[in-house]
């Protein structure tokens, strides 16, 4: 299991999180999130590139279900760069009402402000399905707030990627969620709606 300590301010922090209610995690996190420094930002995203790409489920993938970052999330451009060099799939979410999905994209510049400002596809290319592909040719990578060593994870409160992994059985197995050393806690609260990603790491 790829998964990461927290840094110190994570480790104080973890106390807390026992006792305390998904939107005030969420709260808590992003105040930390935000607070990081353009260097721990810049070292964090180059370090994750290197890890995924080194990762054997990226290696063996014929394609990416990945994310834009946006705001304080850690970032995924140099990663998305790098899946589209290689001549993997990259697909990217665009939310649709009450849910999300897919569209493959060949360049960052195809991306437009969306959902709450988020970069995202046009929605006019392919879009994935999960039919007659292979799950194990696919990865998908997720964000989140927070995190713990149970692999529980607190999204941004709407629900969207516990949906659409309930509607892609397929993809349940081959999930990674992504983040920084400070959003990965000890324990967090969990519901049974709730999809847990097979492997958390945070750098």
């Not at 489920?57 to 990416?64: A, F, H």
């Not at 060949?106 to 994935?128: H, N, V, W």
């Not at 197995?173 to 492997?199: F, H, K, M, N």
Request: glycine share 10%.
């Amino acid at each position: 299991m790829a998964v990461r300590r927290s840094s110190v301010t994570g480790e104080r922090n973890d106390r807390k999180s026992k006792t305390e209610a998904k939107p005030e995690i969420r709260s808590r996190i992003l105040k930390v999130r935000n607070s990081l420094t353009r260097e721990e930002r810049e070292r964090a995203a180059f370090l994750i590139t290197e890890k995924i790409a080194g990762h054997p489920w990226y290696c063996l993938s014929e394609r990416i279900l990945c994310y834009a970052s946006y705001g304080s999330e850690i970032g995924t451009g140099e990663l998305l760069r790098e899946a589209l060099s290689a001549g993997k799939e990259v697909y990217l979410p665009k939310v649709e009402g009450e849910d999300m999905a897919f569209y493959r994209i060949g360049s960052l510049t195809q991306l437009a402000r969306g959902y709450r400002g988020i970069p995202e596809p046009g929605g006019d290319t392919e879009k994935y399905d999960g039919r007659g592909q292979e799950p194990e040719k696919t990865l998908l990578l997720m964000p989140g707030v927070a995190f713990d060593k149970n692999r529980n994870r607190i999204g941004y409160g709407k629900g969207f990627y516990d949906r659409f992994l309930a509607a892609h059985p397929e993809l349940q197995s081959r999930t990674v969620a992504i983040g920084y050393r400070c959003q990965l806690l000890e324990e967090l609260p969990a519901e049974e709606t709730d999809i847990r990603p097979c492997q958390v790491i945070c750098v």
